[in-house]
């Protein structure tokens, strides 16, 4: 069994910051990519920033030089660091982790739980 669970949202004013987690745990066997999706109301959801076993990382154009993804890899987690919190519109940022499970044979996709991100005054 593995979860991922996210933390770290919430409101903050523009121009600031907010750092976002997501950790995973439970019968791990190995990383392959994690990735922040974001879903505002009405829209559909899309991605933020990806990193990859080899650490590569990617970015949404609107979040580039903005937004930095990192992972710990001891402790399976993966952070989002939003700086310059600015234009952002509220949406529930979401953690996506591709992983490898012990006793299965394919690689799994887990979803976090979602949490909401506001930019307001």
């Known amino acids: 069994q593995v979860q991922v669970v996210e933390s770290g949202g919430g409101l903050v004013q523009p121009g600031g910051s907010l750092r976002l987690s997501c950790a995973a745990s439970g019968s791990i066997s190995r990383f392959y990519a994690m990735a922040w999706y974001r879903q505002a109301p009405g829209k559909q959801r899309e991605v933020v920033a990806g990193?990859?076993?080899?650490?590569?990382?990617n970015y949404a154009d609107p979040v580039k030089d903005r937004f930095t993804i990192s992972i710990d890899n001891a402790k399976n987690t993966v952070y989002l660091q939003m700086n310059s919190l600015k234009h952002e519109v509220p949406a529930i940022y979401y953690c996506h982790a591709d992983l490898g499970v012990h006793d299965v044979v394919s690689r799994v996709g887990y979803w976090g739980q979602g949490n909401q991100v506001t930019v307001s005054s």
């Open positions: 990193i990859f076993s080899d650490g590569t990382t």
